[in-house]
C-alpha cells in the first residue's frame, strides 16, 4: 500500500491533492494488492482491514487496472469499472 501522508479532514470535499479517499484500496504492484487480499476477512468482521468483495487499484507500468477481492482471498481482474460500482465501497 502506497504512503500518502494524512488527510486533512476539513477540507476532505474539497481535495487540495490527488489523494484517493481510501488509501487502502491503491497498489504499486499487484504483488503487494495480492498479499493484502490473502488477509481479507468477511464483511463486517473486525478481525482486518480489507474484506470481500473489496475493490482494490493496482496502478504498475502506467497502466491501471481493478480488482475484486474473492471469498478464497484470490483477486479477479474487473473490467470497466464505473463509478456505480463504487457506490459503498469508501
Known sequence: MADFGKLNFAVAFVP????PLD????FESLE???AAAATAVPVGSSDGVYH????LFVVENG??????IQPDKTLTKVDGISAEDL???F
Open 16 to 19: 487540495q491533492t490527488a489523494f
Open 23 to 26: 488509501g487502502r484500496t491503491y
Open 32 to 34: 503487494t494488492a495480492q
Open 52 to 55: 470481500y468483495g473489496m475493490q
Open 63 to 68: 497502466v491501471s487496472a481493478g480488482y475484486r
Open 87 to 89: 457506490v459503498g465501497e
